[in-house]
């Protein structure tokens, strides 16, 4: 027993220690759940995910260690009462500051962290105005003035793409935006609340009618990805779908001129 109590306090100190250190780089533990972000907001929500889960397993260790601290070392024996601390004052001081300790510091990394992703720059690199309606997207980007999708009608197929009857073309509402560029997106409704969301982007913000949401992001990673509406807005809200590609500089710039060509042609749509 003698040979427990001396090494026990020791043995947690090394195990909280080994967690700590092995967890300073984000990328070296597991993300648990969330997808690899592709912006650098993303990234801070990844790293601020982990270091929750982080301090919870610190708390966890500090909580349970001190029970089975108590259980182990300070049992009744016999018909004597173990020794009594409530009159501690050392104790009773520790049993106060380190809880207000622990909240503290997991809220200012919350804050920081909070601050960073939502934070609105004056004068981002490119804007777009999201509108959302029922059951579809439409992206403008005032800045080439190009004012989004001209079909003069749409519905839902059912494997959730768009079809419209006029040309019997299915496709889904595209997002281009370029990458190391800081992106803004202006959110708008003209019916019901609506929802933003691509998944690695680790974000998402309502889109609330008669009120305009902002939020911007900087892409990091190309590739192709899915956006999703995550208010339940009404029968075909599963299929309100569409894509979004994050592509190089110079492919935007290619693309962008290509959408206004087609813009400026009677019927064109972006």
Request: glycine content about 6%; some cysteine; overall charge positive.
């Amino acid at each position: 027993m003698q040979r427990l109590r001396h090494w026990l306090p020791r043995a947690v100190a090394l195990a909280g220690l080994a967690i700590v250190t092995t967890a300073c780089d984000s990328n070296s533990i597991p993300r648990l759940g969330l997808l690899a972000p592709v912006t650098k907001q993303g990234q801070v929500t990844v790293a601020m995910w982990q270091g929750s889960w982080l301090a919870a397993l610190c708390v966890g260790a500090i909580v349970w260690g001190g029970i089975l601290w108590a259980i182990i070392f300070h049992r009744k024996r016999g018909d004597q009462l173990p020794r009594q601390v409530r009159y501690n004052l050392p104790v009773e001081i520790l049993y106060t500051v380190l809880p207000f300790i622990m909240v503290g510091v997991m809220f200012y990394f919350t804050a920081r962290d909070e601050n960073y992703i939502t934070k609105i720059r004056p004068h981002p690199n490119l804007v777009v105005n999201v509108v959302g309606f029922q059951w579809r997207w439409q992206f403008q980007y005032p800045q080439y003035k190009i004012h989004g999708a001209n079909q003069p009608y749409t519905v839902v197929t059912e494997n959730g793409a768009m079809w419209n009857p006029n040309s019997n073309v299915q496709h889904l509402p595209l997002l281009e935006i370029p990458t190391n560029e800081v992106v803004q997106f202006n959110l708008t409704s003209i019916d019901v609340i609506h929802a933003f969301w691509v998944v690695p982007f680790e974000f998402k913000r309502d889109v609330i009618p008669g009120y305009a949401n902002h939020f911007q992001v900087t892409p990091i990673k190309t590739g192709t990805f899915i956006g999703r509406c995550t208010e339940l807005c009404g029968v075909y809200h599963s299929r309100m779908l569409f894509k979004v590609k994050i592509v190089s500089q110079a492919q935007f710039n290619q693309w962008i001129h290509q959408q206004q060509a087609l813009q400026s042609t009677p019927g064109g749509a972006s």
